[in-house]
């Protein structure tokens, strides 16, 4: 029996999950990140969080799994696009890594913006909106604010490469399907880009090596060993980023099918055949090899859930709480559409396909006769609205859709996913792994490692039971006039 580690460095935890190869997990361990916040709209946390921590989560993982370590193929490393880490000389950090949601870079990115004539060039080359998100907008600003933490920087990581270098102990490097949120990569051709590195006033020298995602970056090293047990013979795999992985763990193999991911945030994505320029979306370079992932970005989605729902536990005089699950009890009891009850979900601002920072949510059509089963169903109605929102303009530019496959913690709610098909009127599937960013990351390392022959042999070995979801035409026809209201709402 061989088995799978993937290892996700990502900004709300640091996680490891172990799979078998036919894709079960079998054992996992997890931290939660701290987030320091000096100033308002800041978002950091200390070095060792990617250089130390991934060890021991390794470690703890194994331990808890009871898996033979000689029988470990591969460590496939996934994490967060966009968060940076200052790197000095000596191989140690010389800075906090800054989240790639840290806000403080704005002015930077106009900056950015001023000396390539514009941000639509920005996007052109890279396929990302010019905002303060991209690593080039914290760089710029480390350079501009922080100068001391910029002049003791030989190198400026991004989660995947600081990982990397933890686990084989030597070199920096990170794959392609994160460059275009480092902000200084082209698009088309996966290198650095001249014009966008004089620009910033970055050195390619700078930043991690660019390679191919599925690329072997080595073994694990001694150090590495000796803090876990893994044998110095295990590969090291970059496997992409956390968005490129959990397209394959949610078993999208090529055209024609669409991801729908609910966590905090919301993405609705789709594997292209060749790269797409819309100032509405993002594209960065697939997992899978030859593709290209198109995206729209819903700034809040769970989010807006979470949100209710604790604020319905604030107010309960007894100090009981309401689960999710309490949750989505209540709103099975309404009926589709709320009863005319309509929330725009953006609590975060809007994401595609407005991208409007300074968007609100919106309570639209509230009466007396509206219940708490009305207001949470909305919630559900509304993410779902604005996920078609988004889904609509992806679509312009792929073959007809046939089948939405929904993951994340969102997915856990089968009342979401029917209301999710209800409202775009498509088939969906909800894999039997919700944790589909380290399953894509482990099959793109068992990839690497000649577990299996390609990527489709990999999703189709992993592929177990799924719950389907099929459109109601009644609620369907509901949900026409619904969306038609949401778009109005939230346009306006």
């Known amino acids: 029996m061989s088995y799978l580690v993937a290892l996700d460095a990502g900004a709300s935890e640091v996680k490891v999950s172990i799979f078998d190869r036919a894709g079960a997990e079998v054992a996992n361990a997890r931290r939660d990140c701290p987030s320091e916040a000096p100033q308002p709209g800041w978002a950091e946390c200390p070095p060792e969080v990617l ?11 194994l331990e808890t799994s009871g898996v033979p370590l000689d029988e ?4 496939g490393v996934t994490g967060s696009r966009a968060t940076v880490l200052p790197v000095g000389r000596d191989g140690e950090p010389c800075g906090s890594a800054i989240f790639w949601y840290d806000r403080r870079a704005s002015g930077a990115a ?36 922080q100068s001391r933490i910029f002049d003791a920087a030989a190198l400026f990581a991004i989660p995947q490469s600081a990982v990397l270098n933890a686990l084989t102990g030597s070199g920096w490097s990170c794959d392609a399907s994160y460059g275009s949120y480092v902000g200084l990569m082209d698009l088309e051709t996966r290198r650095w880009n001249d014009e966008l590195l004089a620009a910033s ?56 099918v669409a991801s729908i991911y609910i966590g905090t945030a919301g993405v ?44 319905l536990n604030v107010a309960r005089p007894d100090g009981g709480t309401r689960s999710f699950g309490d949750l989505d009890a209540l709103a099975a009891e309404a009926p ?29 059509g509230l009466r007396l006769s509206h219940s708490l089963s009305s207001l949470a169903r909305a919630v559900l109605e509304g993410v779902a609205y604005a996920q078609r929102h988004a889904l609509d303009a992806v679509a312009e530019h792929v073959s ?24 775009t009127g498509i088939p969906v599937s909800v894999p039997a792994s ?53 778009v109005e709402v939230a346009e306006r």
């Open 51 to 61: 250089t130390r921590w991934p060890l021991d989560v390794l470690r703890e993982a």
């Open 434 to 486: 919700r944790e589909s960013t380290a399953l894509g990351a482990a099959l793109i390392a068992g990839v690497a490692a000649g577990i299996y022959s390609d990527h489709r042999c990999a999703i189709a070995a992993a592929a177990g039971p799924e719950r389907q979801f099929q459109p109601d035409a009644v609620a369907h026809e509901t949900y026409v006039a619904g969306y038609r209201s949401y």
């Open 201 to 256: 006033g970055i050195s390619a020298a700078a930043l991690p090596e660019l390679v191919a995602p599925g690329t072997v970056t080595g073994t694990i090293g001694a150090t590495a060993a000796a803090a876990t047990g893994l044998p110095r013979s295990v590969k090291v795999v970059a496997s992409g980023s956390d968005s490129a992985c959990f397209k394959i763990g949610a078993g999208i193999e090529g055209t024609g």
């Open 336 to 364: 589709p559409g709320s009863d005319g009850l309509l929330v725009v979900p953006h609590l975060a601002g809007s994401g595609t396909p407005l991208w409007r920072a300074d968007a609100s949510g919106v309570v639209s």
């Open 110 to 145: 106009d900056e950015l913006g001023l000396r390539l004539d514009g941000p639509d060039r920005f996007q052109q080359l890279t396929g990302i909106p010019l905002d303060a998100t991209p690593s080039v907008a914290k760089i710029m600003w480390l350079r501009r604010h």
């Open 400 to 423: 007809p859709l046939s089948r939405l496959r929904f993951t994340g913690g969102g997915a856990a709610s089968a009342l979401w996913a029917q209301i999710i098909a209800d409202v």
């Open 268 to 311: 609705v994505g789709v594997i292209t055949n060749r790269p797409v320029r819309d100032p509405r979306l993002t594209c960065c370079p697939s997992a899978l090899p030859g593709y290209w992932d198109t995206e729209g970005l819903l700034l809040s989605a769970g989010s807006a859930y979470r949100w209710l729902r604790d604020l």
């Open 72 to 75: 470990v193929a591969a460590v």
